[in-house]
């Protein structure tokens, strides 16, 4: 169990991330108005932006959240990039199929608002950018430590 285990600071912090940004995916998923109207904290640009990139706006919080989920199996497993790192990376791309799926589902129940299909593959996209983006800023990091 989750609750059971002796986790660091470091595990928790990115257990916490990783739900602030479930948190955030949902929040602005389940708004009633998706041209974000009502959100008048946003920067005039970034609504704007938002506002002519359905779609792309979707993948955006999708990048960190790829790359917490692979955060936090290096850290759990302590799984490099070896045969079965595969496995855990189906497995990441699956948690991010998930909540970009309930998030697009949950606009079933509210006025004004459609799940689009699109928005899933941008999701699912943008998640696995974000994992790679994990991927190669450790290969990255390997080569310049060999290399000291």
Request: charge should be positive.
């Amino acid at each position: 169990m989750f609750f059971q285990k002796k986790y660091t600071i470091k595990q928790k912090s990115i257990v916490f991330a990783f739900l602030l940004c479930v948190a955030g995916i949902f929040y602005y998923s389940w708004l009633p108005n998706p041209r974000f109207d009502t959100e008048t904290y946003l920067p005039l640009w970034l609504l704007n932006w938002s506002n002519t990139y359905f779609n792309l706006r979707t993948a955006i919080p999708f990048i960190p959240l790829g790359y917490l989920l692979e955060t936090w199996v290096s850290i759990t497993t302590k799984v490099y990039v070896t045969k079965s790192s595969l496995l855990f990376r189906i497995k990441t791309i699956l948690i991010a199929t998930i909540v970009v799926c309930l998030a697009e589902g949950g606009q079933f129940f509210i006025r004004n608002r459609n799940p689009d299909s699109l928005d899933i593959v941008f999701g699912i996209l943008g998640s696995v950018t974000g994992s790679c983006t994990y991927n190669i800023i450790q290969k990255i990091n390997l080569l310049f430590t060999k290399n000291a």
